[in-house]
């Protein structure tokens, strides 16, 4: 069976809410999730005991059925991406007002809050992934580099 890319939309939509962003149609929403899904992916299909490159574009979907863990690891890829876009997007409307202006319109400091929450979800996201490398891992069944015990 398999595991569609709106699957794993789902579950990351929860963890960000942007208004503006939910009104627009399905079709953009998902292509910038789409986006932002295959960042996550690649980032993590080095570690995943799933090959992640098994998807069809066409379908939106991987190819196998993804487990609950791996599902939540690329959601929060996603969001960490969506959170990086979005600290980009305030960094870029701050170069152009001028600090005053900027301050003024931008109560408590809202830039700093995203990068503060960009910097959680991406630990949240890399320790996700460090966990999951080592699921399933008998420390014993370890060899030392160049195979001599």
Known sequence: MATTFREIYNRALFRFADHKFL???IETREAVLERY??????EFED???VDLN???????QFNQTLDDKIIEILSLGIS???????TLDSELVKNVMNSRDYYYYSPGNL??????LRRTVRN??????RDYSYSGTNIGSLTPKGGNQ
Do not use: N, P, R
């Open 47 to 49: 570690i995943c005991h």
């Open 23 to 25: 009104t627009f149609d």
């Open 124 to 129: 949240e996201f890399y320790t996700a992934m």
């Open 54 to 60: 098994d998807y069809d574009a066409d379908t939106k």
């Open 111 to 116: 830039l700093k809050e995203v990068q503060t």
């Open 37 to 42: 899904l295959i960042s996550a992916k690649t």
């Open 80 to 86: 960490y991406y969506w959170l990086s876009f979005k």
